[in-house]
């Protein structure tokens, strides 16, 4: 599984994944600022973009992914667990590429992580979003039975545990990092955490989903269909990770 | 003369079946299944008393709703199976762009480890968004 022939390099523990589609205006900035609090490799996923992403990246100093079909942010995301879990790295870090994720929050994120307290720390910004997402919060998690704060936060820690779950098969049949992956890791035991961590408005683009009503609608009820579906596995799973 | 019509449709999608089927344009394992519906269309057409029959033994009062009932059923069916099928296929294709990626940064990675003077030359994307 880990037959990545670069056995015998001493490489970092930890790894940055940050998928990206058409965020050349604003990727080589995000990976600057996260070089400056940190000194994790980077690996940016390039979601098919038609802009200079993936030059733009590189020359900033991250690896790049160039994903020769869109797989959508989860799909991404995972490719980049996919090949963190190749490349034996024990913690891998998600952030998003359009400068919402302040680097110099990580720190926090990891501790949990680091520490065995859980196998996914989720940087949790409540008082970001508008009322909408809010809404959805509240929807997402009264449908799931997930106990988190920000369950479409793409800001994460996953230990090795976690990234070998979501490195699998039943992971790609997800079209979205939120409930579904949560539900996952938790029917598998995994305990995850909620970390309050400041988050920035986004420097550009928007929200791939929460830009348009239909696109909500749809993603609303394709996520609460899921959460519904996958309730009483949750809901069992639940009790080991509320102990921590 | 309805009958007969019913059955000689149901030949004829039996006929297409074949020929899809030998031109490779159907793959042998929906051909099957295709055929016995194709045929068991035929005979219905050619034999609407074997409905009428059944339908009696159920007490249905009127024949072509079990007919109708039937069918429909049938495609229910075959749709649920086909997008269960569906669904493995997009996992699958999803898996595989993933390791496409995935050994195209790696190659790219050994490349620039062998050669690092042609890194900027390879930096440019050829096939993406294909």
Redesign the interface.
């Known amino acids: 599984m880990a037959t990545?022939?670069y056995k015998g390099l001493s490489r970092p523990a930890t790894v940055i994944l940050i998928p990206a589609f058409n965020e050349g205006d604003i990727i080589a900035e995000v990976i600057r600022s996260i070089h400056a609090a940190c000194n994790y490799p980077i690996l940016v996923?390039?979601d098919?973009s038609?802009d200079n992403t993936?030059?733009q990246a590189?020359q900033a100093g991250a690896?790049?992914?160039?994903?020769?079909?869109?797989?959508g942010a989860w799909?991404a995301t995972?490719?980049g667990l996919?090949?963190a879990m190749?490349q034996g790295y024990e913690y891998a870090i998600s952030m998003d590429a359009d400068g919402q994720h302040e680097a110099d929050s990580i720190a926090d994120l990891v501790k949990p992580v680091a520490e065995g307290v859980a196998d996914v720390s989720i940087g949790a910004c409540t008082r970001r979003g508008s009322a909408l997402r809010k809404f959805a919060w509240i929807l997402m998690k009264q449908a799931s039975g997930l106990a988190l704060e920000d369950i479409t936060s793409g800001f994460r820690v996953y230990n090795r545990k976690a990234i070998r779950q979501l490195a699998g098969?039943r992971a790609?049949?997800l079209d979205y990092q939120d409930i579904g992956v949560l539900l996952l890791l938790q029917s598998k035991g995994l305990r995850i955490v909620d970390v309050e961590v400041a988050m920035l408005p986004r420097i550009n683009g928007k929200s791939r989903v929460f830009h348009s009503w239909l696109m909500v609608v749809y993603y609303m009820c394709h996520t609460l269909m899921l959460g519904l579906s996958k309730r009483r596995l949750a809901r069992r799973y639940q009790t080991p990770q509320a102990a921590h | 003369m309805i009958s007969i019509v019913t059955g000689i449709i149901g030949l004829l999608v039996a006929i297409v079946i074949i020929v899809l089927m030998r031109k490779d344009s159907l793959h042998a394992q929906h051909g099957l299944g295709w055929i016995i519906v194709a045929l068991g269309f035929a005979l219905l057409g050619f034999s609407p008393e074997i409905v009428d029959a059944v339908a009696k033994y159920l007490g249905i009062a009127y024949p072509p709703v079990l007919a109708l009932t039937l069918g429909i059923a049938i495609l229910v069916v075959k749709i649920l199976l086909m997008d269960i099928d569906r669904s493995r296929i997009e996992v699958r294709n999803q898996r595989l762009v993933q390791r496409v990626a995935m050994l195209e940064a790696d190659l790219k990675k050994l490349n620039k480890s062998l050669n690092p003077q042609s890194n900027k030359e390879s930096s440019n994307n050829d096939d993406q968004h294909s």
């Open positions: 990545d022939g996923i390039d098919a038609t993936i030059i590189e690896s790049v992914i160039p994903l020769p079909a869109q797989l799909g995972q490719t996919r090949y190749r098969w790609t049949l």
